[in-house]
C-alpha cells in the first residue's frame, strides 16, 4: 500500500516562500508520475503542478507558472513544491498525488490520479 505524507505547510506572509515535501512509502515511486494540487475553503481541488518519473517532463498551472517549481528525488522517494512569490490566492491545503498508470502525458485531473497524501494547509497573509 502506497502512503504519501506532505510537510512542509504553514503561514507566511505575501511575497514570501515556503517549501513543501512528500514523501513516498514503498519501493514504486520511481516509476510513478507526481502531482500536487490544492483546494481552498468553498473550492474544488485544481491542479498545480506534475512532475514525469524521470524529472524530464514537468507542467504547471497557469496560476503559479514562473513563481512554483515542483521538483523529485527518486533516492529519496519524496517529490517537493517550492513555492516563491507567494499570494493570498495561494492560500489552501496542498495535497501531493501519485499516478501510477506511466502515461506518456502527465496528467491534470485528480481522478487520474491514484494516491493521495492527507494534505498540508498553506496560508498566504496579505
Known amino acids: 500500500q502506497v502512503q504519501l505524507v506532505e510537510s512542509g505547510g504553514g503561514l507566511v506572509q505575501a511575497g514570501g516562500s515556503l517549501r513543501l515535501s512528500c514523501t513516498h512509502s514503498?519501493?514504486?515511486?520511481?516509476?510513478?508520475?507526481m502531482g500536487w494540487f490544492r483546494q481552498a475553503p468553498g473550492k474544488e481541488r485544481e491542479f498545480v503542478a506534475a512532475?514525469?518519473?524521470?524529472?524530464?517532463?514537468?507542467y504547471y498551472a497557469d496560476s503559479v507558472k514562473g513563481r512554483f517549481t515542483i521538483s523529485r528525488d527518486n533516492f529519496q522517494n519524496t517529490v517537493y513544491l517550492q513555492m516563491n512569490s507567494l499570494k493570498p490566492e495561494d492560500t489552501a491545503v496542498y495535497y501531493c498525488?501519485?499516478?501510477?498508470?506511466?502515461?506518456?502525458?502527465?496528467?491534470?485531473?485528480?481522478?487520474?490520479?491514484?494516491?493521495w497524501g492527507q494534505g498540508t494547509q498553506v496560508t498566504v497573509s496579505s
Open positions: 498525488a501519485a499516478d501510477s498508470s506511466r502515461r506518456p502525458q502527465l496528467a491534470t485531473m485528480a481522478p487520474r490520479y491514484d494516491y
Open positions: 514503498g519501493r514504486t515511486f520511481n516509476t510513478y508520475a
Open positions: 512532475v514525469s518519473w524521470s524529472s524530464s517532463n514537468r
